[in-house]
């Protein structure tokens, strides 16, 4: 059974940087790209940052690049996304996702198979 727990979120004043970690079990790690997204409220969940199951290859949406790094350690399962400069417009519920491949194959969620429950990150200005 895949699990993704997500941690690290919070409340931050704008300015202020984050570390999000996404634990994962169930299944081989490395074999997989994995993903983050958030979900503002009110509107639809988007693509914030994508890694590749070696690591080696990122893609980042317009709205994080620049400010935030995606990354992995695969002997600890563990994904995190460091964002740094937070902006309010970051406020969002923050959640990983696993592919289906190693690759990075899709920025969209219907790209991604398990889902982890989310971590609220919330940037007061």
């Known amino acids: 059974q895949v699990q993704l727990v997500e941690s690290g979120g919070g409340l931050v004043q704008a300015g202020d940087s984050l570390r999000l970690s996404c634990a994962a079990s169930?299944?081989?790690?490395?074999?997989?790209?994995m993903g983050w997204f958030r979900q503002a409220p009110g509107k639809e969940r988007e693509f914030v940052a994508a890694?590749?199951?070696?690591?080696?290859?990122?893609v980042y949406s317009d709205s994080v690049k620049g400010r935030g790094i995606i990354s992995r350690d695969n002997v600890k399962n563990t994904m995190y996304l460091q964002m740094n400069s937070l902006k309010s417009e970051d406020t969002a519920i923050y959640y990983c996702?696993?592919?289906?491949?190693?690759?990075?194959?899709?920025?969209?969620?219907?790209?991604?198979?398990?889902w982890g429950q989310g971590t609220q990150v919330t940037v007061s200005s």
């Open positions: 890694i590749s199951g070696s690591g080696h290859n990122t």
């Open positions: 996702a696993t592919g289906s491949t190693g690759l990075i194959v899709s920025t969209r969620t219907a790209g991604y198979d398990y």
């Open positions: 169930g299944r081989t790690f490395s074999r997989y790209a």
